[in-house]
Each structure stands twice: as structure tokens, then as C-alpha cells.
């Protein structure tokens, strides 16, 4: 078993690059289904997500190059399969992004039902719901879900009960196929939906609207493969943000549009953390004290929840109390369980955390319970007494590239190691 260790107290310094986003790079990867032919996108992420969206593409009948480190040339004309099984989205939930595509190059798609994950039921409810206003049919056969479109798809109005990312590119990867028009009100606005909007519509789809809460779709009879860029990942870059935060050095992070953190940016300032915008970077250091500041998670561009834990790890240390309410997934909170055993002050309340300020973690044995929580326990590791050991860390090797390397290139007292299960310090 692999676990990250830390050595608390080293300050961090530098530059650091951050890859291109993960929750962008799976949809269009998922996306290039839809134009036959050789498609290459750059600034992928190396990470374990995008390994298995690369499997999910293999079995489909792809055959993928991998060009460099980053860019990956995708050959779909030879997709002749459209069933995606349980094995690979059993290991990542968003392999549930080929269902638009399929259907709109195919008119059919079998995909299987993604069971409960760590950060709540995460149903797909609204994807189905969605895409049966456009014709498609389904029924749930032994955990399969079956799709078909038996009269083709036909664009009409759906309108979201909650601005899902995953409904929204699900909806848009398939009624760019669809006949005439379809429009999606309550749309997801996270940059991720105007990258994918953006790669279909350079694939020659008619999409206006990505980014609000009303997105048009035009149907049209035929897409053309494409060079893509991924958009840079603002996760990524919010996490080393948190990170400069906690240890007040200063980090420069870069290969991100600071206007994709736009909220996270402004209550890391209110919480007394400086930060200076560039072109595509920041600046990020600390002087004074941490201030508590309460925080919701909402879609974009609210507070993103995938920043949640980061920055719960920030207020953890906060001058005083605070309130964090997560909106988007029920069961988000598990990292607080293991912050505490760091020292931290937390109380969850359903989806509420009421978080009063201590003065330092102290380092300790704790579980990565997903992603980010697992990211916010490295970061907490850096400015605690002691030795911090994390495990569990296959949740961040599914979206962090090379991130132990990162840290160390900042100076960071950390490293890898593989130590025997039941003996982890
Ligand atoms: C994506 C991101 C994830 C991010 C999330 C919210 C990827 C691979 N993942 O996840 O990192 O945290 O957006 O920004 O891009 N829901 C339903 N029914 C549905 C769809 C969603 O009830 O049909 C619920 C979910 O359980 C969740 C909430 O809606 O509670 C938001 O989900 P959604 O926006 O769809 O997130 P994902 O696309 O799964």
C-alpha cells in the first residue's frame, strides 16, 4: 500500500504548473465518440481517471496514441461497439459520459448503472430524465442501462430540476445529434461545460449559451474530428491556492484562468490570504492571521464543493468560528473525521459543519476518504507538528498528477512510500 508522508513545519516556495483540468479532459475524451476520425486533445491530465476513460474508449472499439506526456490522438472511426461495463464504471462514475455520445452517433447505448459512491447516491436521474424528452427510451436490464432513440433524437426543452454537469454534458453530447432544436434550461455554468461546448461546436455543432443557464443546441447531421486544448484545471490550481494559504509562503501557481475561482479567490482574500492576478496565474502569500469565513458550496459560479475540504482545512486554523454548508453532495464531510484526529474543532450538523479555529494540527495517521479531502489532509500535513502519514491515496492519483513531485519541487518535506498494510507509520 502506498501512502504520502509528511514531514509538518518546512515552508514551501516557487512556481507551479497546474495540468489540464480532469473533470474537462473526461467529457471530451467522451466527446470525440461523436466525430469519427482521429481527434487529438493536448494538455490532458496524466492521471488515473483519464487511464480509465481510456479504457472505456478501448472497449468501445478507439484506438488511442499517446502523442506525449499530455496529448492524446484518439481514433474514433473505429468505434463499433456502445456498451460500457460495469467493471470500468464501477471505477469512475463519469465513464457514465459516454451515454450522450453513443447515442448520438449510434441512437443506442448500454452503459452500466454507476452504484453509490464516497460522496453520496449521485443518481442519474436527471440525465435519463433529459434524455427521454429527446426520443430516447430506456430500461435497466441485470445493472445495465439500456438506451435507444427508436425514431431518432429530436431536440425539445428540458428543463433541469437542479444544474447538474454531468445532465447538462450528457444532454449536449447528444442532442448535438438530435433533429432541430433543443434547449436546456438550468444548465450547468462550470467551465468544464464551455470547454466541452467548445470542442463540439469547433467540431461543427450549433451550441450557444455554455457558460448561462440556458444553452441552445441546433442539431446538424455530421461532426468532424478536431485538435483540442483542455482548459486548465482551476481545482488543481485552487488546491496549491489552499496550500500557500495554510503555510503563508508564497507560491505562484499557474496554467489556469484566475476568473474560474473567482468566489474561492475573494473569500480566501476575506479570510486574509493575499493574492495577485495574472494572465492566466496567481500569486498567492499570507502575513497575518487566518480569518473564519462561513461558505456554501452551490454550482458555479458559487463556491465549488470540490474546494470544500481544502478550504475547511484553512477555517480549521481560522482566527475564530464558521459555518460550511455543502449544497452538492449529501456526505461530503467525511474528511472533517479524519482533520479531527489532526486536532481539528468540528461538528457536523447535516450539511452543515460548524468549524471553531484551532491553533495547529498535530500530525497523525489518517485515510484519504476521496479526491480532495485527500489533497486538503496532505496540505494540513505540511503545517502540522510532527509527522503526518496519508493513506488511501489511490483518491488522489485519480486527479492529481505527479502531486508529491509538485510539492517537493516547492520544497515541500514529503514522499511516497509503499509500507505493508497493516503497519502504516
Ligand atoms: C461533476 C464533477 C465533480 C463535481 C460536480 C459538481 C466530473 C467528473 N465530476 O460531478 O468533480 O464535484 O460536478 O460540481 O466532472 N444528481 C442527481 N441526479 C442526477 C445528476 C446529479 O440527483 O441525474 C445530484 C448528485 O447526486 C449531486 C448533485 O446532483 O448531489 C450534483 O451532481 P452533478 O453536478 O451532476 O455532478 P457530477 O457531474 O457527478
Same mark, same amino acid.
Given at each position: 500500500m502506498d501512502v504520502i508522508r509528511i514531514e509538518g513545519g518546512h515552508h514551501v516556495s516557487g512556481v507551479v504548473k497546474v495540468e489540464g483540468a480532469k473533470n474537462s479532459a473526461l467529457k471530451l475524451m467522451a466527446a470525440t465518440i461523436l466525430a469519427p476520425g482521429v481527434n487529438t486533445l493536448t494538455n490532458v491530465p496524466n492521471i488515473a481517471d483519464v487511464h480509465v476513460m481510456g479504457k472505456v474508449l478501448k472497449r468501445l472499439g478507439a484506438q488511442i496514441e499517446v502523442v506525449d506526456e499530455h496529448t492524446l490522438s484518439i481514433d474514433t472511426s473505429t468505434v463499433t461497439s456502445w456498451v460500457t461495463p460495469y467493471q470500468l464504471v464501477a471505477q469512475m462514475r463519469a465513464s457514465t459520459a459516454v451515454l450522450g455520445p453513443l447515442l448520438g452517433r449510434f441512437g443506442k447505448a448500454t452503459v452500466a448503472m454507476p452504484g453509490g459512491c464516497n460522496i453520496g447516491a449521485r443518481k442519474i436521474d436527471m440525465h435519463i430524465l433529459g434524455l427521454q424528452a429527446l426520443g430516447v427510451e430506456?430500461?435497466?436490464?441485470?445493472?445495465?442501462?439500456?438506451?435507444?432513440?427508436?425514431?431518432?433524437?429530436?431536440?425539445?426543452?428540458?428543463?433541469?430540476?437542479?444544474?447538474?454537469?454531468?445532465?447538462?454534458?450528457?444532454?449536449?453530447?447528444?442532442?448535438?445529434?438530435?433533429?432541430?432544436v433543443t434547449t436546456i434550461y438550468n444548465a450547468a455554468r462550470e467551465?468544464?461545460?464551455?470547454?466541452?461546448?467548445?470542442?463540439?461546436?469547433?467540431?461543427?455543432?450549433?451550441?450557444g449559451g455554455a457558460g448561462s443557464p440556458v444553452i441552445e443546441i441546433e442539431g446538424?447531421?455530421?461532426?468532424?474530428? +478536431?485538435?483540442?486544448?483542455?482548459?486548465?484545471?482551476?481545482?488543481?490550481?485552487?488546491?496549491?491556492?489552499?496550500m500557500a494559504g495554510i503555510t503563508g509562503d508564497p507560491v505562484e501557481v499557474r496554467g489556469f484562468e484566475p476568473i474560474h475561482l473567482g468566489l474561492v479567490l475573494r473569500k480566501y482574500e476575506q479570510m486574509g490570504i493575499t493574492i495577485e492576478r495574472e494572465r492566466r496565474a496567481v500569486r498567492v502569500w499570507r502575513e497575518g492571521p487566518?480569518?473564519?469565513?462561513?461558505?456554501?458550496?452551490?454550482?458555479?459560479?458559487?463556491?465549488?464543493?470540490?474546494?470544500?475540504?481544502?478550504?475547511?482545512?484553512?477555517?480549521?486554523?481560522?482566527?475564530?468560528?464558521?459555518? +460550511?454548508?455543502?449544497?452538492?453532495?449529501?456526505?461530503r464531510f467525511m474528511f472533517a473525521s479524519e482533520l479531527q484526529r489532526m486536532g481539528a474543532d468540528i461538528r457536523i450538523e447535516g450539511h452543515h459543519a460548524i468549524v471553531h479555529g484551532v491553533s495547529g494540527f498535530s500530525?497523525?495517521?489518517?485515510?484519504?476518504?476521496?479526491?480532495?479531502g485527500?489533497?486538503?489532509?496532505?496540505?494540513?500535513?505540511?503545517?502540522?507538528?510532527?509527522?503526518?502519514?496519508?493513506?488511501?491515496?489511490?483518491?488522489?492519483?485519480?486527479?492529481?498528477?505527479?502531486?508529491?513531485?509538485?510539492?517537493?519541487?516547492?520544497?515541500?518535506?514529503?514522499?511516497?512510500?509503499?509500507v505493508p498494510d497493516a503497519n502504516v507509520l
Amino acid at each position: 500500500m502506498d501512502v504520502i508522508r509528511i514531514e509538518g513545519g518546512h515552508h514551501v516556495s516557487g512556481v507551479v504548473k497546474v495540468e489540464g483540468a480532469k473533470n474537462s479532459a473526461l467529457k471530451l475524451m467522451a466527446a470525440t465518440i461523436l466525430a469519427p476520425g482521429v481527434n487529438t486533445l493536448t494538455n490532458v491530465p496524466n492521471i488515473a481517471d483519464v487511464h480509465v476513460m481510456g479504457k472505456v474508449l478501448k472497449r468501445l472499439g478507439a484506438q488511442i496514441e499517446v502523442v506525449d506526456e499530455h496529448t492524446l490522438s484518439i481514433d474514433t472511426s473505429t468505434v463499433t461497439s456502445w456498451v460500457t461495463p460495469y467493471q470500468l464504471v464501477a471505477q469512475m462514475r463519469a465513464s457514465t459520459a459516454v451515454l450522450g455520445p453513443l447515442l448520438g452517433r449510434f441512437g443506442k447505448a448500454t452503459v452500466a448503472m454507476p452504484g453509490g459512491c464516497n460522496i453520496g447516491a449521485r443518481k442519474i436521474d436527471m440525465h435519463i430524465l433529459g434524455l427521454q424528452a429527446l426520443g430516447v427510451e430506456f430500461d435497466l436490464d441485470h445493472g445495465d442501462i439500456n438506451a435507444t432513440a427508436p425514431r431518432g433524437l429530436r431536440g425539445d426543452t428540458v428543463t433541469l430540476d437542479f444544474a447538474s454537469v454531468g445532465a447538462t454534458e450528457n444532454l449536449m453530447m447528444a442532442s448535438v445529434r438530435a433533429k432541430g432544436v433543443t434547449t436546456i434550461y438550468n444548465a450547468a455554468r462550470e467551465p468544464e461545460i464551455v470547454d466541452l461546448a467548445n470542442l463540439l461546436n469547433e467540431m461543427g455543432a450549433k451550441i450557444g449559451g455554455a457558460g448561462s443557464p440556458v444553452i441552445e443546441i441546433e442539431g446538424v447531421d455530421e461532426l468532424h474530428p +478536431v485538435t483540442h486544448e483542455v482548459v486548465g484545471d482551476r481545482i488543481e490550481a485552487g488546491t496549491f491556492i489552499a496550500m500557500a494559504g495554510i503555510t503563508g509562503d508564497p507560491v505562484e501557481v499557474r496554467g489556469f484562468e484566475p476568473i474560474h475561482l473567482g468566489l474561492v479567490l475573494r473569500k480566501y482574500e476575506q479570510m486574509g490570504i493575499t493574492i495577485e492576478r495574472e494572465r492566466r496565474a496567481v500569486r498567492v502569500w499570507r502575513e497575518g492571521p487566518l480569518s473564519s469565513v462561513d461558505i456554501q458550496t452551490l454550482p458555479f459560479p458559487g463556491f465549488p464543493t470540490d474546494m470544500q475540504a481544502q478550504t475547511m482545512c484553512l477555517l480549521a486554523l481560522g482566527s475564530g468560528s464558521c459555518i +460550511v454548508t455543502e449544497n452538492v453532495f449529501e456526505n461530503r464531510f467525511m474528511f472533517a473525521s479524519e482533520l479531527q484526529r489532526m486536532g481539528a474543532d468540528i461538528r457536523i450538523e447535516g450539511h452543515h459543519a460548524i468549524v471553531h479555529g484551532v491553533s495547529g494540527f498535530s500530525g497523525a495517521e489518517v485515510k484519504s476518504p476521496d479526491l480532495r479531502g485527500g489533497a486538503a489532509l496532505v496540505m494540513a500535513g505540511l503545517v502540522a507538528d510532527g509527522t503526518t502519514v496519508v493513506s488511501d491515496i489511490y483518491h488522489i492519483d485519480r486527479g492529481y498528477e505527479r502531486f508529491v513531485e509538485k510539492l517537493q519541487a516547492l520544497g515541500a518535506h514529503v514522499e511516497r512510500t509503499s509500507v505493508p498494510d497493516a503497519n502504516v507509520l
